[in-house]
Nanobody, 125 residues
Framework: QVQLQESGGGSVQAGGSLSLSCAAS????????VGWFRQAPGKEREGVAV????????YYHDSVKGRFTISQDSVQNTVYLQMNGLKPEDTAMYYC??????????????????WGRGTQVTVSS
């Protein structure tokens, strides 16, 4: 079992920055896909960024490319999401998710077996 704990959400004005953290209790396998998803009220949960823990390879949704950066601290089993140039449409609950291996369908939330409780990000115009 992997337990995930997000932190770092908050409120910011448009154009501002926030950094999210996702701490994992432990990794039983050598490779995990760890992703950040977000869900706004009335909308489906969507993938934002994914990192493969063993290689450090990263993937981004088109809507955040150039603004968000996903990274990891392998020693601390922590994944970060640095969000710059925030827009009101980035407002959502942000969730960390993890699953063993390299996922073929990494943008599908159903591919991930472990989830955190989420942290709220609010961007005002």
């Amino acid at each position: 079992q992997v337990q995930l704990q997000e932190s770092g959400g908050g409120s910011v004005q448009a154009g501002g920055s926030l950094s999210l953290s996702c701490a994992a209790s432990e990794y039983a396998y050598s490779t995990y896909s760890v992703g950040w998803f977000r869900q706004a009220p009335g909308k489906e949960r969507e993938g934002v960024a994914v990192i493969v823990t063993s290689s450090g390879r990263t993937y981004y949704h088109d809507s955040v490319k150039g603004r968000f950066t996903i990274s990891q601290d392998s020693v601390q089993n922590t994944v970060y999401l640095q969000m710059n140039g925030l827009k009101p449409e980035d407002t959502a609950m942000y969730y960390c998710a993890a699953s063993p291996g390299i996922l073929a369908t990494m943008w599908d939330p159903r591919s991930f077996g472990y989830w955190g409780r989420g942290t709220q990000v609010t961007v005002s115009s």
